[in-house]
């Protein structure tokens, strides 16, 4: 506001003083530059190490490497940001959350991350997605997880652009329309014994179906294009906020 009034006086602007951020960005850096891995704690810490995608629910738990966006300094630095020590002394019930964070982050820091590889089939043919359905159902006895990919959220205007099925180390994903063009992506025979299939995984009485937010949106969807409902059934996000209640909800939590 000061210098606002000196400039329109014709008068010289008096120095901004720096941030106490930028005033220590020189000796934390050279500090940082000698570690290889780092745990940023809160969202201050993130934004700084990440200035160009600075989302922290995204960035929280999950391992990254320093790059794409990153700080040039973390180049190649292994990295995974977590919540302030101060957010936990204030709500007692994100301490779980700040220690398996810290657990994750020793596993990646000492290369024993044991996450395996993901297997993912697009586009089967009808014999092949019962096989796949069948082998998922028997490896996964709690239970399958679906999800669908539409147009909107409208029931009444919506295309169902593809659906996916698996568990926790393989998927099958069955694409319905083409996004760009709206195209079918089998043909019309084709697609009647796929959809026979579907209906028939969705009302087997032997398999759990899951998904998040799936009592809803996603079983709608089923009922909607396969004049089915899914049962047995699952809907996870409820089933977390059942078990804590006072967490976020997303999927990136």
């Known amino acids: 506001a000061e210098n606002k009034r000196r400039k329109g006086a014709g008068l010289r602007p008096l120095p901004v003083p720096e941030t106490a951020e930028s005033c220590c960005a020189p000796r934390l850096k050279a500090e940082l530059a000698e570690f290889d891995n780092w745990i940023p704690t809160g969202a201050q810490a993130v934004k700084f190490v990440f200035p160009k995608h600075t989302d922290f629910e995204l960035r929280r738990g999950a391992p990254h490497r320093g790059e794409n966006g990153a700080l040039p300094l973390a180049a190649g630095k292994k990295i995974l940001p977590t919540i302030h020590p ?9 301490r779980w959350v700040f220690q398996s ?78 996004k760009e063009t709206n195209a079918p992506l089998y043909s019309r025979s084709k697609y009647a014994g796929i959809k026979k299939a579907l209906q028939e995984f969705f009302t087997d009485p032997e398999v759990t179906k899951m998904g998040w937010n799936s009592g809803m949106f996603d079983r709608s969807i089923i009922e909607a294009f396969y004049d089915v409902t899914p049962k047995p059934h699952v809907d996870l996000m409820l089933a977390h906020k059942l078990a804590w209640p006072d967490m976020p909800h997303r999927l990136a939590f």
């Open 101 to 178: 964070d810290f657990a994750k982050a020793l596993r990646w820091f000492t290369d024993n991350l044991d996450w395996k590889p993901y297997k993912v089939t697009f586009q089967t043919k009808v014999d092949e997605l019962k096989e796949i359905l069948a082998r998922m159902a028997k490896d996964s006895p709690e239970g399958l997880t679906y999800d669908v990919e539409t147009s909107g959220l409208d029931l009444r205007d919506v295309n169902l652009y593809c659906l996916a099925i698996g568990n926790a180390s393989e998927a099958v994903v069955v694409g319905i329309l083409c």
């Open 86 to 94: 101060a957010f936990v002394s204030r709500y007692p019930h994100w």
